[in-house]
Structures are given as C-alpha cells and as structure tokens.
C-alpha cells in the first residue's frame, strides 16, 4: 500500500536546512558549514552576525527547531532561499513553487487571476502551462525540491575514512597522552 499524498509527512526544519545545503554544494561537494551559514547572517555594517555558530547548529541538526521570524529570515537569506520554505507545514515544502513566486511578480499575477475561478479552469490553465512547457523542451512536471547540480553527489577524491576499533584509539589516546 502506497502513501496518498495526503498521508505524507512535511519536512522538519532539519531537514528543510540540510535539503538547503545539498542545493548549496560548491564544485568540489563541499556543503556551506554552520559558519559560513553564520557569517552569511552578517548584517552590512554590523559588527557580529545576527546568528551564532550555536544557533546555526541547533537548527540544523534539530535540537532546536521553533526559530523566530527573525531567525528564518536571517536563515533564508544566507541561504539564497524563500523564507517562506523554512515554515512548518506540507503546503510550504513546495521549494520550486516558491522561487517562482519569489522570484516572478508575473507568476505572482497570475495566482491572483486565478482567485475566484472554478477548478475547471485551473486545470485548463495548468494544462495550457503543460503544452507550453513541451514546446520549451522543458519537462512537463516540475519536482517540488530540485535536484541538486550534476556531479555534487558524487563521492570526493580523497583518502577513505577509517573507523578505528576501541582497542586501537585507546592506543592512539594512550600514545598521545604520553607524547609519542
């Protein structure tokens, strides 16, 4: 049995951020770090960012998850998103319906338009949208998060990592603590 897309859950905070990130990769896969996110809070002419490291932080691994407005604008806009994509709730998950409301006053007008129309005719529109999107070569559904830049996923030249067993890092712990 399948979800129906009423029973799917909306993204937490966390997730919304790190979804965020993962958009955010710089060519060589690196995610902004909680202080370059702070730093990016940092007001022009203001001495100190408007979010600390810790704040940062919390947000993004979840233990603190009920910001201020302040505080998800400050967010949003370090992270080039729409603020409205950091409040709770499914109708806001939609990121790419909300840049193109961002970013399009056009777009917005035609939301406006539609207000008061019967849903025959929002499906005609939307089927109209389809048909034009076709001829643009462009697909006909657009997912609600995109997909990230190619090559961003893929994994980073570099040595592997190695998790040690606990006899070897008491080792290492123990050489350490006496200078060798």
């Known amino acids: 049995m399948t979800d129906a897309p009423d029973q799917v859950q909306p993204l937490s ?3 919304k951020l790190l979804t ?10 690196f995610t902004p770090s909680a202080r370059d996110i702070t730093l990016a809070t940092t007001q022009p002419g203001l001495p100190k960012p408007f979010l600390s490291h810790g704040q940062v932080n919390g947000l993004l ?3 603190s998850s009920n910001p201020t407005s302040a505080t998800t604008t400050a967010l ?6 729409p603020s409205a994509f950091l409040l709770p709730g ?4 939609d990121l790419a319906a909300l840049t193109v409301y961002m970013e399009h ?10 207000q008061g129309l019967e849903v025959e005719d929002i499906v005609e529109t ?4 389809r048909e034009i ?8 559904d657009v997912p609600a998060i995109p997909p990230p830049p190619p090559g961003v996923d893929q994994p980073r030249e570099g040595r592997p990592r190695r998790r040690l067993s606990l006899h070897e890092a008491a080792g290492r712990a123990a050489d350490d603590l006496e200078g060798r």
């Open 13 to 15: 905070l966390s997730a």
């Open 20 to 29: 965020l990130l993962r958009l955010r990769r710089d060519p060589d896969g």
């Open 61 to 63: 691994n979840g233990t």
């Open 76 to 81: 949003a806009q370090a992270l080039d998103a």
């Open 90 to 93: 499914r109708e806001w998950d």
């Open 105 to 114: 006053p056009e777009a917005r007008e035609v939301l406006r338009l539609m």
């Open 126 to 129: 939307s089927i109209k949208l």
């Open 133 to 140: 999107r076709g001829r643009r070569g462009l697909p006909e």
